[in-house]
């Protein structure tokens, strides 16, 4: 995909100087990368957007695919930006039309995630897009409730990865592509 981006080291310093640093948000120990001010900048965000497009190698997904939920904010503006339609996928009883779901492990217990069963059809060209790849479980499990229902799946893109947690090595289904790493 071609981009206005003249400079991507630029670009990418540019992202990065905007996203900071929580100590010990949601619970101590933890160092959260928040994004709210990335959000907040114009500039910054059209960049991150940007980005996100020019990673995307091979076909143009036809298909953003949205984790609520700050998934929404970069993936409804990635699809804006490359011309393709918006998908959300959400937690269990926030859509209102018939799902599809699908249960998936976490650290201690289970959650789910639904898809409107009529968002896309059989073959679908999708890529998943969230704010930040942790241990990679939601986005696995988007992934495995869209092959399930026939997508093709594209790939995975994320603004921030933590790449201490490794989530990569478990995400063989697709290539992955981040913007960030810490």
């Known amino acids: 995909m071609t981009t206005a981006i003249a400079d991507r080291d630029s670009a990418l310093a540019t992202v990065e100087s905007l996203i900071r640093d929580i100590p010990d948000f949601p619970k101590p120990g933890i160092l959260f990368k928040d994004i709210?001010?990335?959000?907040?900048?114009?500039?910054?965000?059209?960049?991150?957007?940007?980005?996100?497009?020019?990673?995307?190698?091979?076909?143009?997904?036809?298909?953003?695919?949205?984790t609520e939920s700050r998934g929404f904010i970069f993936g409804a503006a990635l699809a804006y930006r490359i011309g393709a339609g918006f998908i959300p996928v959400r937690k269990p009883g926030k859509l209102p039309a018939d799902v599809h779901s699908c249960e998936y492990q976490l650290e201690y217990g289970t959650d789910a995630l639904e898809v409107h069963r009529d968002a896309f059809h059989q073959g679908a060209r999708t890529l998943i897009v969230d704010d930040l790849l942790a241990t990679g479980g939601t986005a696995r499990a988007t992934g495995d409730l869209l092959r399930r229902l026939g997508a093709e799946m594209l790939g995975y893109s994320f603004v921030i990865e933590l790449t201490f947690l490794n989530a990569r090595e478990h995400m063989t289904d697709a290539p992955v592509t981040s913007l960030i790493q810490y």
């Not at 910054?44 to 940007?50: A, E, I, K, P, T």
């Open 36 to 66: 709210t001010p990335l959000l907040g900048d114009a500039e910054g965000l059209r960049l991150s957007v940007d980005l996100m497009a020019e990673a995307i190698d091979g076909p143009t997904p036809e298909y953003i695919v949205g």
